[in-house]
């Protein structure tokens, strides 16, 4: 049986070393060594408190550049139908007028979107709340047990009212003071997965909203600043 090496550095972003998964052509052998890798034992060092964002939104009318990370920067969006609802919820704030989108990108692990609403803070958190429910049934209906693993391992010790915990807590909402900064953080949304080397031109990417602003139908409508 041949074994190769790869690093994931996503997975160890809060870790004090690096992890690696060794990947096999035995399907089962590596499902117990991701499982052993990336799920240290009860009351390992390792696991480490995620503090609550500092960030707040004070100018509640304002657009906002807010950014949604999953827990450990898990890539969970890299299945379509994860990121299906995303876009669903995202679409539903807008057909009911409770949020305006000017942009968004959706990324492996991640979220980027500007937004505003008049109550943008508890719209947010609904977001949150109904995605993290909608994901983790889905992985629940699938048999998605190492993935339910890692949610339930990682989550939170207050949040006592769940057994898993999909998002960090926090958004880390800036609100945008002038056209400058407008244009600057959509260029920086669309411009993530093409820095990120998986795509050459930002409208290549289909969970953003670069093809609206190029002219294309893109997966969900925006408000076009």
């Known amino acids: 049986m041949q074994l190769s090496v790869k690093k994931v ?8 070393f690096q992890i690696y998964i060794i990947f096999t052509r035995s399907h089962a052998l590596r ?24 960030y707040k939104i004070i100018e509640k009318n ?9 827990i450990q920067w898990l890539p969970l969006f890299s299945s379509p139908s994860a990121a299906r609802f995303l876009l669903d919820s995202l679409s539903f704030f807008q057909e009911h007028s409770r949020m305006t989108i000017y942009a968004y990108v959706i990324m492996e692990n ?22 993290a429910r909608q994901i983790i049934d889905f992985f629940k209906e699938r048999h998605a047990h190492h993935i339910l693993q890692m949610l339930h ?3 939170l010790a207050h949040k006592k ?9 926090g958004s880390h909402p800036q ?13 920086y949304i669309h411009y993530n997965p093409v820095k990120r080397g998986y795509v050459d031109a930002p409208e290549h990417w289909r969970y953003s909203s670069a ?6 139908e893109g997966l969900l409508g925006i408000t076009r600043f």
């Open 31 to 54: 499902g117990n060594v991701y499982r052993m890798l990336c799920v240290p034992p009860a009351g390992s060092i390792l696991r480490k408190k995620m503090s609550r964002s500092r």
């Open 211 to 216: 093809r609206n602003y190029a002219g294309e």
């Open 161 to 169: 009212d769940r057994q898993y915990q999909l998002w960090q807590e």
């Open 62 to 70: 304002k657009p906002h550049f807010v950014t949604c990370t999953t």
């Open 110 to 131: 991640h979220v980027h979107m500007i937004l505003s609403s008049p109550r943008l803070s508890k719209e947010i958190g609904i977001f949150k709340s109904y995605t």
């Open 175 to 187: 609100a945008i003071i002038n056209e400058e900064m407008m244009l600057q953080k959509i260029e």
């Open 153 to 155: 391992y990682h989550k």
């Open 9 to 16: 550095p996503e997975f160890c972003h809060t870790y004090f």
